[in-house]
């Protein structure tokens, strides 16, 4: 994808980001006290969080030739994923178990986990 | 002086954000570049969009053909959590004049943070919080920009490198479940979450899972509001 087609993509993915995050101060100011907003405030965005690893988790494979998730059987992603989850219990440092998970995939996909 | 100081103190901060968005900017840079994103539409992305997830979410989208409708829906449902970050803020902004646009525009799930951990009401005023989210953006940027030079001058094996998002995922989940300390939506998540990729095919399987999650959310309120219980 190359000049016009990819300005056209790039600002229609730039006027959407900016709709959310403009909109509950043009149209929803007066409802801020509304007990469902609040509820929706509350539950949603952890929802939402959940419902995104669990995206990040599965086969994922949006490349048509290659894979983003490069390991074939999964197995590299759940391990890393569990570092991830033991770091973060662990030490809680939001950076180090980041980068402790991904390192650890990345080593498990490089040294050629995946067949 | 004073302003100096004022910026020192941003700086100081948003150094979490900087360590978090230089390699996280420097993955979506590399990813671009690999799927044939010239360097200055990456750059734009990060200038413009400044958004971490919907960034790798609009790679995966290009990388897939996908149309511009499909995009724009896409986007406002991954980008749908802002929605409450900003209903969480409206006082907070009142009266920020000419910086307000940008607040808004620069409200990243990290600047979020940073701003509402900031102290109540006296806490952080216009000014610092202008400081704080233009040097997030700036960090996101800079991280982009040496993701895009790494994967055209060097030959860095960066196979894997967008498990980092996956990780980021995990660690905001971890983290929402310690704040909030209740089983209820992450039950809702994952029975709408598996639901939908049983049901759904690929490119619906976000928009489903988050859609019917709010309905059930919807519903879970009616019947509290007329069960009355919690």
Same mark, same amino acid.
């Given at each position: ?8 993509? !790039? ?24 007990? %469902? ?60 178990? !980041? ?17 | ?26 993955? +979506? ?26 960034? +790798? ?24 959590? &802002? ?42 005023? &216009?000014?610092?919080?202008?400081? !704080? ?8 940027? %800079? ?24 990780? %980021? +995922? !995990? ?14 939506? +992450? ?18 399987? %976000? ?24």
């Amino acid at each position: 994808m190359i000049g016009a087609s990819l300005l056209g993509f !790039i600002a229609v993915c730039a006027a959407a980001t900016f709709a959310t995050r403009v909109l509950p101060f043009v149209a929803l100011a007066r409802q801020a006290d509304h007990p %469902l907003i609040l509820h929706l405030g509350r539950y949603l965005p952890p929802a939402v969080m959940m419902i995104l690893v669990l995206y990040a988790l599965r086969d994922f494979r949006p490349l048509s030739d290659g894979r983003l998730n490069v390991a074939a059987d999964g197995w590299p992603m759940m391990l890393a994923s569990l570092a991830v989850v033991v770091l973060h219990l662990w030490r809680r440092n939001a950076l180090l178990s !980041i980068i402790g998970g991904t390192g650890a995939y990345m080593a498990m996909v490089q040294l050629g986990w995946a067949a | 002086m004073h302003m100096r100081h004022d910026w020192q103190q941003a700086g100081v901060t948003t150094l979490p954000v900087m360590f978090g968005y230089l390699p996280l900017g420097a993955a +979506f840079g590399i990813l671009a570049a690999e799927i044939g994103i010239p360097a200055w539409g990456a750059l734009l992305m990060s200038l413009i969009i400044y958004a971490g997830a919907g960034q +790798f979410l609009a790679i995966a989208l290009l990388a897939g053909g996908a149309g511009l409708t499909e995009v724009a829906v896409a986007t406002l449902m991954l980008n749908s959590r &802002h929605l409450f970050y900003g209903l969480s803020l409206l006082r907070r902004f009142q009266g920020a004049g000419w910086r307000k646009p940008y607040l808004i525009f620069a409200l990243t799930d990290e600047t979020y943070s940073l701003l509402t951990a900031h102290g109540g009401d006296g806490g952080l005023d &216009h000014a610092q919080a202008f400081r !704080i989210s233009l040097l997030n953006h700036l960090w996101w940027v %800079l991280g982009s920009m040496a993701g895009v030079l790494a994967s055209t001058t060097l030959t860095f094996d960066s196979r894997g490198i967008e498990f980092a998002l996956t990780a %980021l +995922f !995990i660690v905001l989940t971890l983290e929402q479940a310690r704040r909030l300390r209740q089983w209820l939506p +992450f039950a809702i998540a994952l029975a709408t979450g598996v639901t939908a990729m049983l049901l759904l095919p690929e490119r619906h399987l %976000l928009l489903g899972a988050i859609g019917a999650a709010s309905l059930v959310l919807l519903a879970n309120y009616r019947r509290r509001l007329s069960g009355g219980l919690a």
